[in-house]
């Protein structure tokens, strides 16, 4: 039987280490993908402690691989595949994936959960898409129904989910304040396209907020809860809605006459690829901004690495 490397657990809240395992084989709606690029997510180490699959109810075996993000090279197809074959490059989403995750040479995925490559995105990139846009998605789309014209602030701007929201909302017509961190936080959203930005740690993000928007702000993505947040909410126009990830802590306070709610990821995946192959009204290419990526070898300290500061995503590179 064909083996692979992969980073896996022998138990939840276990060492991550480096696993000979057999490369896993396609049930009828699954496909198996040659890993290229994995996404580090802020959510990985609540899959490794068992936090996310108690909560899912799910009941994973050992060793299990991590990682939720990822893409590659489709290499081989259950017999109800209809989308895929051999040769295609896709990106999937996996999150809490009973059958194991993406820090392996090959991964295994429901086609469902599985989308073609998107012309001018590389699989370096691609990798990280899947659950930050997934969950990026489930605020704009969903909980906000963003609509052309509005004024939008995403606060955390410069993370994985919020410099992935933010263009997706300039290509859905919105103006966007990114509330960033960092000088570097700035620096990327500004390249991204924000119609303004600000640094929520120095700066004053309710006066950016009335310059951005002198009648109020029609809507908020709040990704982080810093120390600025409670005053830029105030700046939502009264019958504004705002809305965060379920996971965000602590909860943010919704200001009265404000329509507040928590949202999760949704899989939107063929919404996603329209975004990201819009090119907007002049808005600069759609990126997956990977500030850092780790080999399979180094998953430990690409997980530990989430507690620095960056911006955008880390990545784990499997295949060159």
Known sequence: MPSMRAAAIDQFGGPITVHTLPVPEPGPD?????VHTAGVGVWDPNVRSGSMAKRAGAHPSFPLVLGSDGAGTVVAVGENVVRF???DEVWAIGTV?????FFAEYGLALEDHVAALPDALPLAQAGALGVDAATAMGGLSGALDLQSGEALMVYGASGGVGHLALQFAKRMGARVLAVASGADGVALVEALGADA???????DVAAAARRFAPD?????????????LDAALAEIKDGGRMTWPNGVRPVPDVPEGVHGQAHNATLSLDAINDLVRSSGDGLPPFQVHVAEAF???????ALRALDAHYVGKLAVTVAG
């Open 197 to 203: 930005s600000v640094d929520g740690r120095t700066a």
């Open 295 to 301: 080999p399979l070898d180094a998953v430990p300290e």
């Open 30 to 34: 699954q496909l198996v993908f040659r």
């Open 216 to 228: 109020g702000l029609d809507a908020a993505l709040v990704l982080t809860n810093g120390g600025t």
């Open 97 to 101: 994936n009973e059958t194991g995750g």
């Open 85 to 87: 074959r051999p040769g």
